[in-house]
């Protein structure tokens, strides 16, 4: 614990990642937990781990990034953390966050998170300032969660490990919307065994979460460790929907055909994502609107402009609009299931651009192709979720420039445990990767 605060305090002020600190709550813990013998210690025997600022941590602020809950102390955590707690884990801080939603951390409580790889750059979002904590070593372990791409973006902006697992794996914390599959919590590490590791101390099955399931007869950090092969790989660097850039297509396409080195096949292919965009967009908005439309009326003035048009996007799109966007989903999840018939894994870059400017809000194009809206350079993430599939972002390499580029994992619908062994095999076969995560101090 000493060391973790010594780094924060070290570094932490050129990045911004861990605003909200509870060193000398976090010190007591660890004291106290030192005279627990070993078999009540759990899976993480008193790892510090940074909690991100959409989770209630007790007598902290969950401000989500906004004004209006910058002094809304939580009484109890939530149901992510107590489990964690329980499994051996020691809260040292929360992460930022951007306000309420996005895939950029800034917000008007504290500002925003730099990329620890290259300060004037974004760190990307939601996780943002856990993905930026853990790239910098201030944490072995960080909480995420994943909406359309919050966990993996920043895991591949950082050059860390994120998964977004099944939805129901890890069972969310009470919500508006219990049945909704789009929101997920997931680990993040600076390995594949590290996020193995936490997912196995995160995962159970709850009555308090609907989708929640049982686990698998493995233990995930077994398969990290132990991983077998897959098949048949399967690529794509745009799913066959947008740009990306040509740089990151071509570090993520070196890395998947670095599969072939263990015997399994590699094609380019995937399943047909046409609407997908348009299906998400409309999804995402209904889910914004359900849980965040009340404060509108009496808060507009005090949430950020692209927040509110997301709000109102779900409040004026029509039953028309949200019934097609369920039939699309809908063929799509068929499709995913047709296709993984054929093949064991679908792998795409995570990102279609490397890390943007820290002061840009959002990027507004990829190339020569202008953007519609604040979150279409996330496709790439997003229609992803709605296949239902585990996805894990792992780092494959840097730009020449200096900022990490990740790749994508698809596994089978409930398939986690599998798509966790072939991450292993790909770190293990690409090895230490310049300027990459395992470097652990990149702003030192």
């Known amino acids: 614990m000493d060391a ?6 070290t570094v932490d002020g050129r990045i911004n990642a861990l605003p909200l600190r509870r060193f000398e709550a976090a010190r007591h813990e660890a004291k106290a937990f030192s005279r627990v013998t070993d078999g009540a210690r759990g899976w993480l025997a008193g790892l510090p781990i940074a909690v991100k600022d959409y989770n209630d941590v007790a007598g902290l602020p969950t401000t989500c990034g906004s004004p209006l809950f910058k002094n809304a102390v939580a009484a109890t955590s939530d149901a992510v953390v107590q489990r964690l707690e329980a499994r051996g884990a020691l809260v040292l801080a929360k992460s930022n966050v951007p306000e309420f939603a996005g895939a950029n951390t800034f917000n008007p409580v504290f500002g925003a998170t730099a990329n620890p790889w290259r300060t004037d750059c974004t760190a990307g979002g939601s996780s943002g300032g856990s993905a930026a904590a853990l790239a910098a070593g201030m944490v072995w372990l960080a909480t995420g969660n994943d909406l359309g791409g919050s966990l993996r973006i920043p895991a591949s ?8 697992p099944s939805a129901g794996r890890v069972p969310r914390p009470s ?7 789009l929101w997920v919590e ?10 193995a590791l936490m997912l196995d101390a995160g995962a159970y099955e709850s009555a308090g979460d609907p989708l929640s399931f049982s686990l698998p007869g493995t233990a995930f950090l077994d398969a990290a460790r132990a991983p077998r092969a897959p098949r048949r790989v399967a690529f794509s660097a745009d799913l066959g929907l947008g740009p990306v850039e040509g740089e990151v297509a071509d570090l993520c396409a070196a890395a998947v055909a670095c599969f072939a080195d263990v015997s399994a096949s590699v094609e380019e292919a995937h399943p047909d994502f046409s609407g997908a965009i348009d299906a998400f967009q409309v999804l995402r908005a209904h889910l914004v609107a359900t849980v965040r439309g009340p404060l509108l009326d009496a808060h507009r003035d005090a949430i950020a402009p692209h927040i509110v048009w997301n709000i109102e996007k779900g409040l004026t799109q029509t039953g028309a609009d949200m019934a097609a966007a369920d039939r699309r989903r809908g063929a799509l999840i068929a499709a995913m299931a047709d296709f993984f018939v054929t093949y064991d894994i679908l792998a795409c870059p995570t990102v279609a651009l490397a890390p943007f400017p820290l002061g840009e809000t959002y990027p507004t194009r990829i190339g020569a192709v202008e953007l519609t809206s604040y979150i279409d350079w996330m496709y790439l993430t997003f229609v992803l979720t709605l296949t239902g599939c585990p996805v894990i972002s792992v780092p494959v390499g840097m730009t020449g420039d200096g900022r990490p580029v990740g790749l994508q994992l698809v596994g089978r619908p409930r398939g986690d445990l599998q798509l966790i062994e072939a991450a292993a095999l790909l770190e293990q076969i690409l090895g230490p990767i310049p300027g990459a995560a395992r470097v652990r101090q990149p702003v030192a």
Request: with cysteine.
């Open 4 to 9: 973790a605060i010594a780094r924060v305090e």
């Open 157 to 164: 902006y950082c050059g860390i490990v994120g998964m977004r």
């Open 175 to 181: 919500t508006l919307v219990p049945f909704d599959p």
């Open 186 to 195: 997931g680990p993040m590490g600076r390995s594949v065994a590290d996020v």
